[in-house]
């Protein structure tokens, strides 16, 4: 691991406040020259953990290499794919949200264009909406924008900003939330990392289906347990099944390991690291995606560059690629019974129907996923961005001022009400209140044998 650094003042008054501020910053490098300050990329990521959006603004940082620009990334948390960006030549620079936010404001101008990643970005964009720094926003999220995100979404985006989507399915939650706003789509960039491996079906071996993600009531882990409780022991002595992923619930993932504790074919593994994970496909033979609501999930993109077959829920981005691809089994409803059937299938199917799922969906990988097509969409979004005209005059550069410590001071209240006592017992109630709902809701998918519209 590397070890931080400070970081070097000759990158002017930029440097001086991250050093200030109480910044570190990893694998400087070639960012710190002022010679290349002008083709310097500033991207923002709320965190640096294994999960979909973080993992998506690495491939853009790599594309954004491939053009020719000098990317850094600013991550309001540490976490473990710090390692993996530093390795690939881009500098990463740790400091907590709130003291990011003025800092940015006040010095993005440094930067040719500054990428904010997820609704999380949102404060920053509201910052340098109106004001010369070209900014990419792409934004990842599908659940809604409720009162407690929706105010990281201004009214009006001016020139100066660019919104992105990966794919449909988030494209119309934000327009449900902001219809004014134009949105480009930036699907994600999956890097071929190796040939395909299409695992074949042999006579007596039993088939791999996995389930990837972080163990949340989101992503349908008790989906696909109860599908995997109601296949009955002829069909289960066929298949296994393997949950991977760290769990951030710890009451739904409670109940995780309680249901499966009673199947003998289910294997819970906890966070893998990426090399790890990547390796775990090769003995994969399906991914089951079972997720309630998930914009583009960047597991199913990988399994398709492996050439994998793919059981993915109807809630999800990626559903209708894969319907327009001949690339999977889609199911509806989040119903653990139809997911059964889907896995009936595939254990029923011929190897030539498999074959045809395993090609279409290394096809849709070549055509939506990959790092040439990928590239070529950045470099559209990067020219739009950095063609536009936005020099301000005297009045305009007041009102952008204006917006600016406007919007800083929206965020600073909200961090304050959330740093307050009633709201964290506002927090407590509501956390306890979704508790008892789950609860309720798990009890009335019992009662109606998995099948319950709740489900």
Not at 149 to 168: F, I, K, N, Y
Not at 179 to 186: A, D, G, H, S, T
Request: one cysteine or more; glycine letters at 10%; charged letters at 25%.
């Amino acid at each position: 691991m590397s070890e931080a650094t400070q970081y070097d003042c000759s990158y002017s008054a930029f440097g001086s406040a991250l050093a200030s501020a109480g910044a570190e910053v990893f694998g400087a490098g070639s960012f710190l020259d002022n010679s290349n300050t002008r083709k310097a990329a500033l991207l923002i990521s709320h965190s640096l953990s294994l999960t979909g959006a973080p993992i998506a603004l690495l491939g853009l940082a790599k594309a954004l290499k491939g053009l020719g620009l000098l990317p850094a990334m600013l991550s309001y948390e540490d976490g473990p794919l710090r390692e993996e960006v530093v390795a690939v030549g881009v500098p990463v620079v740790v400091l907590a949200h709130e003291r990011a936010l003025g800092l940015l404001a006040d010095h993005a101008h440094a930067f040719m264009l500054v990428v904010a990643n997820t609704v999380h970005g949102g404060g920053i964009v509201s910052a340098l909406n109106g004001t010369d720094t070209p900014v990419l926003w792409w934004v990842h999220e599908a659940n809604g924008y409720g009162r407690r995100r929706g105010w990281l979404l201004p009214q009006e985006l001016h020139e100066s900003v660019v919104v992105a989507t990966p794919g449909e399915w988030a494209r119309q939650t934000l327009l449900r939330a902001r219809p004014q706003y134009e949105i480009r789509e930036l699907l994600y960039g999956v890097e071929d990392r190796q040939p395909h491996v299409a695992c074949e079906a042999e006579e007596g071996r039993s088939l791999t289906f996995a389930l990837v993600g972080t163990v949340s009531w989101r992503k349908g882990q008790d989906v696909l347990l109860r599908a995997a409780a109601s296949l009955g022991p002829e069909v289960a002595c066929e298949c296994r099944f393997v949950l991977v992923g760290e769990p951030v619930d710890a009451k739904f993932a409670k109940e995780v390991r309680r249901e499966a504790a009673s199947l003998p074919n289910v294997t819970l593994v906890g966070p893998l690291g990426r090399e790890a994970m990547l390796s775990f496909y090769d003995e994969v033979d399906c991914l089951v995606c079972a997720s309630r609501d998930d914009p583009m999930p960047v597991v199913v993109a990988e399994a398709c560059q492996r050439g994998k077959l793919v059981v993915c829920s109807a809630s999800t981005g990626s559903a209708a690629l894969l319907k327009e691809y001949g690339a999977g089994l889609v199911y509806g409803e989040n119903d653990p019974g139809k997911l059964a059937d889907c896995i009936r299938r595939v254990l029923g199917s011929g190897s030539d129907e498999l074959d045809d799922m395993r090609r279409n969906a290394r096809r849709l990988y070549e055509e939506r996923f990959s790092e040439r097509v990928f590239e070529k969409s950045v470099a559209r979004l990067v020219e739009d961005v950095l063609s536009r005209d936005l020099a301000l005059d005297a009045e305009q550069e007041g009102m952008a001022r204006a917006n600016r410590e406007r919007a800083l001071r929206t965020i600073r209240r909200h961090y304050r009400i959330r740093k307050s006592a009633g709201y964290r017992a506002a927090r407590a109630c509501y956390r306890f209140v979704r508790g008892v709902g789950s609860e309720v809701r798990c009890a009335f998918e019992f009662l109606h044998g998995g099948r319950g519209r709740h489900g």
